[in-house]
């Protein structure tokens, strides 16, 4: 299957997004029908370009060119990336226990970003 103008367009949004982005954030971002934002997302994660998983029954949508995990505050809802990975050997003592083959690993950090922690400072007070 060829690419098209819009899966090229919708590719470029995800691979520059250093979080993850929804269906509806890709379609404000590229101005494209919904429908057709499924597609390409469909498309591109058959095709292996993009990564997703999903989180309160919505489905995010991450680039699979580095290898990087994610934070998201459980207040404001806001992403954040995560490029450092220590996990290398824990995978390693996993493999050696479990006699398993670790092909790659997704963790996604749950808790309250600095900006509402400060908030919940203030709120204590």
Known sequence: MRTTRNRDNIFQII??????????????????????????????????????????????????????????????????PIYDCFIEEYEKHLQRKMKIQIQEHFILFKGLCPKCLQQQEVDKR
């Open 15 to 80: 691979e520059t997004s250093s979080v993850p982005l929804s269906a509806y954030d890709i379609e404000k971002l590229s101005k494209t029908s919904l429908p057709t934002v499924y597609r390409a997302l469909d498309y591109l994660l058959r095709t292996g370009q993009i990564k997703s998983f999903s989180l309160h029954q919505c489905s995010y949508y991450y680039s699979s060119s580095e290898h990087k995990h994610f934070f998201i505050c459980s207040k404001c809802n806001h992403f954040f």
